[in-house]
């Protein structure tokens, strides 16, 4: 099964809402002057007309790609789409709001290059890209990419170009767009037949200023599949960032997620990993306090903290103070989360941490506690039933994941859930045949109510079980109920818009 924490690992790398629905624009009284918007005017998954209106008024469209469940999704609902600055910036803009879950969202996610929650791409209005940024960002730098954006008509790819063949050519402000750039979401879709490691490799060769080449030669670090540069190269880079607080702010969400792993690959023992850390979490801290030093930035310095110990210190018990400031952070974290969105972006990474301290038993207790409070309880159960695993709790394992898949909503959500419980099927009642059988029929039957579901994120899910599906019936004399799920698959699948899934389980 794939697990929460590992979800919510991706998403830090990358990561509650209340209602799915964003509440509407306040209209104005005055005669005399509309009075400021206090939401964003959202067009609620309808894409084609958002770019309708965007040829009418020349405006470009901002399409945000969302989930109700999804913890960033929810940090950004609990802080910046209730700014009242970036409220009025998206005037600037056709903003779309495009939930995973709605009719044909995984068609536009797949048709945009959409490769996880949350992201917001800005697009012209003949559909070409000016830019995407990850959603997980820090607000502040989110707000400032977007404010260039809104005044740009030159797609990225274009600007990419000229920056690889004659960087010369670009103006400062070009060079701004290509740092601000989502290159962590995008899939490689920017950087084309090239890996996007080589291509921000050269950009970090041939832009104009050194903390933009540093930028650049941080995110082809953090992209890279495996480590290409020197310790000493890491080790020089990673220094020079940290003595500027003001690259650490700009890349505070990458340092955050990827800072432990540069530490690692810039040292070459542990004294200058240690002393590395230590250089990254004041650098961090400092950072932290200039916005506010929030209870949830506290929680994420402390998950850096522990990824960092777990360096020194691979198996056995962590530093008793290290435990004891975690388990603080979180109740800090806890006590702040005081309305849906922000309990939705603060309980996963409070779940994790407390986790990697080896307290399982609060961990589960704040699990439990919350699905007694979040609109989307299922979002934990995946959790739950990986603690009882943990436990020998095969039975009650598996009733967590029914449980979520049954409580889900949404046609992509519940594929989504759907594949855990059918993986943890097949992980923990492999000789059940006839039940996981059932299980996934009902799986499939999914799509009935999704005629162009088949894409993206349920496309990707589906992929993933049939390779686990092919490699249970190998070791559990599996043939001839692959044979009866492909048959039921061919029947949806006449019936999906392009038929998308055809050759699933070939």
């Known amino acids: 099964m794939l697990p929460m924490r590992v979800a919510l690992s991706v998403l830090l790398l990358a990561s509650a809402l209340s209602a799915c629905t964003p509440a509407p624009v306040s209209t104005a009284n005055s005669a005399e002057a509309p009075a400021p918007a206090t939401a964003i005017a959202w067009r609620q998954g309808d894409v084609d007309d958002a770019f309708a209106e965007a040829a009418d008024s020349g405006k470009p469209v901002l399409l945000y790609w969302g ?134 490799r050269q950009l970090s060769k041939t832009a104009p200023e050194a903390a933009l080449q540093r930028r650049f030669a941080l995110l082809a670090l953090a992209t890279a599949e495996k480590p290409s540069a020197s310790p000493t190269e890491v080790r020089e880079l990673l220094q020079a960032v940290l003595a500027q607080p003001a690259e650490v702010r700009r890349n505070r969400e990458l340092l955050g997620y990827a800072g432990a792993t540069l530490v690692k690959q810039a040292s070459a023992g542990p004294a200058t990993r240690t002393t590395l850390g230590q250089q990254l979490l004041v650098a961090l801290e400092r950072a932290d306090a200039e916005r506010g030093d929030r209870a949830d930035d506290a929680l994420s310095r402390a998950l850096t903290e522990l990824s960092l110990a777990r360096q020194q210190q691979p198996q056995g018990a962590l530093p008793a103070a290290l435990v004891a400031r975690v388990k603080q952070r979180v109740a800090a974290a806890d006590a702040a989360a005081t309305d849906a969105h922000a309990r939705q972006a603060t309980i996963s990474s409070a779940v994790y941490a407390l986790r990697e301290v080896g307290d399982d038993a609060a961990a589960e207790a704040l699990l439990l506690a919350e699905l007694k409070r979040s609109e989307q309880p299922y979002y934990y159960m995946p959790e739950l039933a990986e603690l009882a695993e943990q436990r020998g709790d095969t039975a009650g394992a598996l009733e967590w994941l029914k449980r979520a898949y049954d409580g889900a909503q949404g046609p992509a959500t519940r594929v989504q859930w759907g594949v855990l419980y059918v993986e943890g099927l097949l992980k923990l009642a492999p000789d059940d045949a006839p039940r996981i059988e059932q299980a996934t029929t009902a799986l499939i039957a999914e799509l009935d109510a999704q005629p162009s579901g088949y894409h993206q994120r349920t496309r990707q899910r589906f992929e993933r079980l049939a390779g686990q599906l092919k490699a249970w019936s190998g070791k559990h004399h599996g043939a001839e109920t692959l044979v009866r799920l492909q048959q039921r698959m061919q029947q949806v699948c006449g019936e999906q818009v392009d038929g998308a899934c055809k050759d699933w389980l070939s």
């Open 67 to 200: 989930a109700v469940w999804c913890p960033p999704c929810n940090q950004l609902k609990a802080g910046l789409f209730k700014d009242p600055a970036f409220i009025a910036l998206t005037g600037k803009f056709v903003p779309v709001y495009l939930d995973g879950d709605e009719e044909g969202a995984q068609a536009w996610g797949e048709r945009f290059g959409v490769r996880g929650y949350p992201t917001l791409i800005v697009l012209d209005p003949q559909r070409n890209e000016i830019t995407r940024v990850a959603g997980g960002n820090d607000a502040a730098e989110l707000t400032r990419a977007l404010t260039v954006a809104a005044g740009r008509r030159n797609a990225v790819a274009a600007t990419l170009a000229t920056a690889l063949a004659t960087p010369d050519r670009l103006a400062a402000e070009d060079w701004q767009v290509l740092g601000d750039y989502g290159w962590e979401v995008d899939a490689n879709r920017l950087a084309g037949e090239r890996r996007s490691e080589d291509v921000l």
